[in-house]
């Protein structure tokens, strides 16, 4: 996860500082956290890009919670290693219609 990560969602952006300080202090956890469909992985040069339907289970500050979301995560290649720079979530309504 980069530095400058930030994921993106309904409810606006949230920094990799904001996410991270959920989940040391124990505001956010995950029992679950699974892809339920294929991962789609696309290469262009030193960026990529992962897109999958992703089924959690957590806990964000008391509220237990299920979700069923399309995630995309946007990568790009640093010295060598792959670092996500921007993850989105969008929430799945239906099924995928193909490409």
């Known amino acids: 996860m980069a530095d400058e990560w930030v ?12 996410l991270l300080e959920l989940i040391r202090s124990g505001e956010l956890t995950h029992s679950r956290f699974e892809a339920v469909s294929d991962l789609r992985i696309m290469v262009y040069g030193e960026s990529a890009v992962l897109t999958a339907r992703v089924e959690n289970t957590a ?5 237990a919670f299920k979700a069923d979301e399309w995630t995309t995560d946007h990568f790009v290649k640093r010295d060598g290693r792959w670092v996500c720079v921007l993850s989105q979530i969008t929430a799945a309504l239906n099924e995928s219609r193909g490409e």
């Open 7 to 18: 994921m993106v969602s309904d409810r606006g952006i949230a920094s990799k500082e904001y």
């Open 59 to 63: 806990h964000f500050r008391g509220q």
